[in-house]
């Protein structure tokens, strides 16, 4: 492929995060065949707005505030600064929240009666986080305020796949230079469209790794049942799909940084993870091209040649359509950082496709995916 020795380095940080840029990577041909597959199979919103009992779920939730507050308060200086509150957004109802819906709340629920925009211990124990979740609850929420807004869809890459999906999956083993089962074995694509106003906010694909962490497709084989769970998506290569008119861009707001700081993406009211705000002040930016394939690792390396610690410089996000629709598709290559069960999942699947349990025993591990959401 000559389209490989195009290979351009946009980003080295300080502990070598790596992203390429690689244009022509697919014929127009190929991405206007991926987009009507994507159509004839069918979209559905990556994100939808938040259900009515979200009040009830919570307070199901027994948490105590001093747990509550100890979490938030990141810097432990015994008081809540408005980006450690911001910086959990999960908190939000699925919704996003700005420096200025964080505002608005604390008046609402009489959570900051000094004004001073930080909330003491003393401000925190008076809050009934009930009088919390009842303003959370009755917010109206639009899809232009959730973390994500788009469409997405999953294609099938495996044996007996359409020919250019099985040959982008060929390409993709070869860029990416990993062996060849845990490329075949890793998710099918995820076709992704954004309309007009559609947008990503800054996100990892994968998340941290702890001991009792499992990831989604070595889980099928494990018996073990883990608090904690990831895609383990090590590598992500994204493909673009159109040439969009206005906006669309991937940014990535700390790709360059010295230092990472969760906390520095906040600064001034300015939440730089923000991509229908801020997306002109981020580190990197990477404009859509049709055809042009970007492609980073989301894991560090653990030194003895798998995969080690999650590179927080590989947040990213998808900055708002500002004009026309942007598709783009993605491959996430999984591999789980315990060596031993991505060897133990080959074996498996090796024996599925042996005992042909199935007639096309390559598509258990699409089948595993297919009720993945995972919120990331
Ligand atoms: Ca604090
Ligand atoms: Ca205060």
Not at 29 to 43: F, R, T
Not at 171 to 187: A, D, G, K, N
Not at 322 to 346: C, E, L, Y
Request: glycine residues 6%; hydrophobic residues 35%; negative net charge.
């Amino acid at each position: 492929m000559g389209a490989l020795l195009l290979i351009s380095n946009l980003a080295i940080g300080p502990f070598l995060f790596f992203l390429a840029e690689i244009p022509n990577f697919l014929s127009e041909e190929e991405c206007k065949l991926i987009i009507h597959l994507a159509q004839l199979k069918g979209l559905q919103k990556s994100q939808t707005l938040p259900t009515d009992n979200y009040e009830e779920a919570m307070e199901m939730i027994e948490v105590s505030p001093m747990d509550v507050f100890n979490l938030l308060d990141h810097n432990q200086d015994g008081q809540l600064q408005l980006k450690e509150v911001l910086t959990h957004t999960r908190l939000g109802n699925g919704r996003w929240m700005t420096p200025e819906n964080i505002r608005e709340m604390y008046t609402a629920v009489k959570a900051d009666p000094d004004g001073d925009g930080v909330l003491s211990l003393e401000e925190f124990k008076q809050l009934n986080l009930k009088d919390f979740h009842k303003y959370m609850g009755s917010q109206k929420v639009k899809v232009s305020d959730l973390v994500r807004n788009s469409q997405h869809t999953w294609l099938y890459q495996g044996e007996g796949a359409h020919q250019v999906m099985r040959s982008i999956r060929q390409r993709v083993l070869r860029l990416t230079r990993l062996p060849r089962e845990i490329v075949e074995h890793s998710e099918p694509m995820q076709v992704v469209r954004y309309d007009q106003g559609g947008h990503y906010h800054a996100h990892m694909d994968s998340g941290p790794v702890f001991p009792e962490t499992a990831c989604s497709h070595t889980k099928l084989i494990a018996n073990e049942t883990s608090p904690f769970e990831t895609s383990c998506r090590y590598v992500t290569v994204l493909f673009y799909l159109n040439n969009v008119t206005g906006g669309g861009e991937t940014t990535f707001p700390v790709a360059d940084n010295r230092t990472y700081d969760e906390l520095s993406l906040i600064q001034n009211d300015i939440d730089l993870r923000d991509t229908r705000k801020h997306c002109d002040k981020g580190n990197l930016r990477v404009k859509p091209r049709q055809g042009t394939a970007v492609f980073w690792y989301n894991y560090l390396s653990d030194g003895q040649g798998w995969v080690g610690e999650l590179d927080e410089y590989s947040l990213h996000g998808g900055c708002l359509v500002t004009q026309g629709t942007k598709w783009i598709a993605n491959n996430w290559i999984n591999v789980d950082p315990s060596r031993s069960r991505q060897i133990q999942f080959h074996q498996e699947m090796a024996r599925y496709a042996q005992e042909e349990l199935e007639a096309q025993p390559e598509w258990t591990v699409d089948k595993s995916y297919k009720n993945v959401h995972i919120e990331l």
